[in-house]
């Protein structure tokens, strides 16, 4: 229960594990600072999410689609969160089913660094 309290130091962060073994240890980037469980759930959702899409080709069965995401794709994960944080194996078979929308795959409406980014540019 504490997970969902305070947040670690930093706020919250996601590790992005590559399928493909092209990384070292696998590890992609950890992005943090997301202030709360919530928000950096949603965002490893979407995330994984939009990688199955770029994983699905047309003609593609949904054991073919996680087949694909498994040797190409992205994963992603909450550090810390225990079993609080979202998990990508419980959603795999209903996302390899069923093509995702622009919003359910928009992770970089979700991403903290993009608030980062907008007050330099003000």
């Not at 670690?8 to 469980?37: K, Q, T």
């Not at 490893?44 to 999410?49: F, G, K, L, Q």
């Not at 078979?93 to 928009?106: G, I, L, P, T, W």
Request: proline share 3%; charged share 35%.
């Amino acid at each position: 229960m504490s997970e969902t309290l305070f947040a670690p130091e930093g706020g919250w962060r996601v590790r992005i594990i590559d399928l493909s073994g092209g990384a070292e240890d696998n590890i992609v980037e950890e992005i943090g600072g997301f202030p709360d469980l919530i928000h950096a759930n949603a965002f490893a959702r979407a995330y994984v999410r939009d990688s199955i899409e770029r994983c699905r080709s047309a003609g593609l069965s949904p054991k073919e689609v996680l087949q694909a995401w498994f040797a190409y794709g992205e994963d992603a994960e909450v550090l810390e969160s225990g079993e609080n944080g979202w998990r990508s194996a419980n959603e795999l078979d209903d996302f390899a089913a069923h093509r995702a929308s622009e919003m359910e795959r928009d992770w970089r409406a979700l991403d903290p660094r993009r608030a980062d980014d907008e007050d330099e540019v003000e």
